[in-house]
Each structure stands twice: as C-alpha cells, then as structure tokens.
C-alpha cells in the first residue's frame, strides 16, 4: 500500500503506520485522514493483521492539526462539512487493536489522534498538549473529553485553559499514557507490544477492547451486564476450548478466530 502522508509497513501480523510530514511536523491535514481512514479500514478488514501501531518522529508525532489548511476555512464551512467528524465515526469505529507510540510533539490534533488509540506507549522525550486556545479555537477532535477522562477535571482544565505541554513522567503518573520507554526503544517496545496483542485470541481481543471501551460509555450495572454477556459469546468459540485445553495439556494454544 503507498500513500502519500504516510507509510505503512508489515511487520508479520502487525501494520506499522508511520506519519510522514516532516516539513510540517506530521500536521494532520486532510490527506492524512484520508490516508487514515483508509488504512485502518484496511487493517481492520484483513483477518491476517492482528494489531497496528501509528507513530510519528523523533521530533513530532502530530503537531496538530494543519493550521496552515484551517486558517482560511470559514466557521459556516466546517459546520456545513462536519469538518473532522470522521475522526470519530470511522478512525475510532476500528473494532482491532491498535497502539500509538508517541515521541516528541502530540499537539492539538496530534494528542487527540493519540488518544483515540486504545492506549498509548510513550517516549521519554514526549510532550502533551491541547493547545488549541492560544490559536482562538478549542479541541476539536475529542480533546476536551478524552483528556478529561484520562486526566480527571483539574489537569484537563489547566491544560486546556493554559494550553501547557505536559511532558511523558507527569503524563504516565497522571494516567494519560500506559508506560514510558527510552526514546530509543520506543519503536521496539511499541511493535513488541503489538506483537503479544496479535499473538492472542483475535475474536478475544475485540471483545477486550469493546469492553473496556463500554466502561466510558455506560453505568457501571450495564457495564456489567455487556461483561457477562461478551464472556459469555466467548465461551462459544473454538478459541475458549482451544485456550482451556492448552492450558490443562500443559502446550501453547492455537488460534483460529473462530
Ligand atoms: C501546520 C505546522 C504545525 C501545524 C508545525 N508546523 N506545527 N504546520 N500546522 N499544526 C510547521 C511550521 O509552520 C514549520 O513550517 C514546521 O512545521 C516546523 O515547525 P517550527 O515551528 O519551526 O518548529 P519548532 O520551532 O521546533 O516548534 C515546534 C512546535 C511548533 C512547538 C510544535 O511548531 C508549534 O507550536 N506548532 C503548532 C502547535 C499547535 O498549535 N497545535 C494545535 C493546532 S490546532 P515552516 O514552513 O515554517 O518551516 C489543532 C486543532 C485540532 O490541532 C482540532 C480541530 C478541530
């Protein structure tokens, strides 16, 4: 697959997907979430992918939205457009796993984008932001809401308000991102992540993901309720025999997803 803002590599049953503006940070402008939307639905079709990771550079994983694309697009426009809904429609509606690993910049957009994965591995040298209001605008694509409930109110607040950059240590203590890693091991622990994910029961994994997802968007009582009922669905599958016959026979497991 070739693309223009991005490249994407197999590495085995995991799609690598590497941000590649480099003249403008990895700035998210509409060819990159063409160029998203487009790989992930292609991910999530091929039943021989398992996971994927989209990253960015050293310097910059997204510095945010493409401000230079935005400045002339007028307010009536964008509403008219539904301009960055598919942000959340169609990269969010991606039912497999997928993993960001951040290095440097996740600005505005970039943030948001890095928030919409399921979570998020981090290098040393990353930095946080919702800067949005030092350019006489908010978050658009999720930032207000995603960060407020990985943060809690008074960080999310202060950080939207300030527009300060939170740096990778204050990030993991605070709940934004899963772990931390060398800037040099992050592709490595990143893919190797990704890796142990592909490795496990696929139909399981999309259940794991729906569920934990299910948790941001229900009571606790229905929550509990789409956890049994899911657990349930998954005592069906080949793969529940298979994984509990493994485990009694003492040998390693064979998927089949079904
Ligand atoms: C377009 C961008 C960009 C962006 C950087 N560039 N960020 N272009 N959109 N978001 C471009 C610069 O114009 C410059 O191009 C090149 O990338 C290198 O950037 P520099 O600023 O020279 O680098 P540096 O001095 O190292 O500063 C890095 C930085 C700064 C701190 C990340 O670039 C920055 O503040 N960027 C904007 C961050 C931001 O405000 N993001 C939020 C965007 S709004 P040239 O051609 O000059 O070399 C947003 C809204 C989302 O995301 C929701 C929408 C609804």
Known sequence: MSYETI?????????????NRPQALNALNSQVLADLIDV????DADPGQRCLVVTGSEKAFAAGADIKEMADKSGPDMYSAELYAEWSTRVCATRKPWIAAVAGFALGGGCELAMMADFIIAADTAKFGQPEITLGVA????????????????????????????????????GLVARVVPAADL??????????????????????????????ETSLSQGLVNERRLF???????????????????????????
């Open 7 to 19: 490249i994407v590599e197999r590495h085995d049953a995991v799609t690598l997907v590497t941000l």
């Open 187 to 216: 592709l490595g622990e990143a893919l190797s992540t990704a890796k142990a994910i592909a490795a496990m029961p696929p139909l399981a994994a999309i259940a794991n993901k729906e569920l934990v997802n299910v948790a941001f």
């Open 139 to 174: 978050p658009g694509m999720g930032g207000s809401q995603r960060l407020t409930r990985a943060l809690g109110k008074a960080k999310a607040m202060e950080m939207c308000l300030t527009g300060r950059r939170m740096d990778a240590a204050e990030a993991e203590r605070a």
């Open 232 to 258: 349930q669905l998954l005592a069906s599958t080949q793969d529940k025999a298979e994984g509990m016959s493994a485990f009694i026979e003492k040998r390693p497991p064979t998927w089949t997803g079904r």
């Open 40 to 43: 992930m639905a292609a991910y």
